[in-house]
C-alpha cells in the first residue's frame, strides 16, 4: 500500500476545518494530520508535522493565509516544503493571485464539492497538473492584464528547450500534455520543469504561470 498524503487543514471556521479533515480522513490515501486556526498555529505545525499538503485560509485574524504561505515556503529546502491549496469564499478574488504569487500550487472555493476537494489534493500532491486550470487562468490573466509589460529578458536565464517547456507551462499544459507537444518524455518534462522553478525562484508551476502573465509572456 502507498504511503498516505498527509493534510494540515488551517482554517479559524472549526466546523469547516472538521469537515475536510472527516472528508480527507475517509480515504484511504490520505489523512488529516491536524487542523490550525491561524497562520502563526499553521507554521509551527507544519514545521513539527512536515504535511504533504497544507490547506490554507486565505483570510485569518492574526497573520493572514498569504503571508503564512510565503513564510511556509520560503524555509528548508524545495524537498521538505508542502504543497499549500489557497482556500476561498470567491471564485474571482484578486487575493487569490497574491497566493499563487506566494507559492500557493491551487485554489479551491470554500463551497468546492467533495469530488473537487479529493482531486485537488491528489493532483497538487502528484505536481504534474494545476487542478482547475480553465478558472485559474482566467483568474490570473483578469488581474495581470492592466499590469503586464513585455519583459522577454526575465527568462533569459533558461536554456532554448526550457523556455519552450515554461511557455507550456504558462499555458496551463500538465506534464503529460507538455511531453506530447515537445517531443520528449515525461520524465524530461520534469526535469526541466525542476530547472525552470530553480532558475526562477519561483516555488510552484502555478507561479510559472503568474510570473509569464505578469510579464506578458503568454502565447495562446
Do not use: W
Amino acid at each position: 500500500m502507498c504511503e498516505r498524503i498527509s493534510v494540515l487543514v488551517v482554517d479559524d471556521q472549526p466546523l469547516f476545518a472538521s469537515g475536510i479533515s472527516m472528508i480527507i480522513d475517509a480515504q484511504d490515501d490520505m489523512e488529516c494530520v491536524d487542523t490550525a486556526s491561524d497562520g502563526r498555529d499553521a507554521l509551527s505545525k507544519a514545521a513539527n508535522l512536515a504535511p504533504d499538503i497544507v490547506m490554507m485560509d486565505l483570510r485569518m485574524p492574526g497573520l493572514n493565509g498569504i503571508d503564512a504561505t510565503r513564510e511556509m515556503l520560503g524555509r528548508g529546502t524545495a524537498d521538505d516544503r508542502p504543497r499549500v491549496i489557497a482556500l476561498t469564499t470567491l471564485r474571482r478574488d484578486e487575493v487569490v493571485v497574491r497566493a499563487f504569487e506566494a507559492g500557493a500550487s491551487a485554489f479551491l472555493t470554500k463551497d468546492a464539492t467533495t469530488e473537487q476537494v479529493l482531486a485537488s489534493i491528489r493532483t497538487v500532491h502528484a505536481g504534474d497538473a494545476i487542478p482547475d486550470i480553465a478558472a485559474t487562468l482566467t483568474l490570473i490573466a483578469g488581474v495581470a492584464a492592466a499590469t503586464s509589460t513585455p519583459r522577454q529578458r526575465a527568462i533569459e536565464a533558461l536554456s532554448p528547450r526550457e523556455r519552450e517547456v515554461f511557455l507550456l507551462v504558462a499555458r496551463g499544459l500538465s506534464n503529460t500534455e507538455i511531453a506530447t507537444a515537445a517531443y520528449v518524455s515525461d520524465a524530461t518534462v520534469k526535469t526541466h520543469v525542476g530547472a525552470i522553478l530553480r532558475k526562477l525562484n519561483l516555488r510552484s508551476r502555478l507561479q510559472v504561470v503568474v510570473f509569464a502573465h505578469a510579464n506578458d509572456l503568454v502565447v495562446l
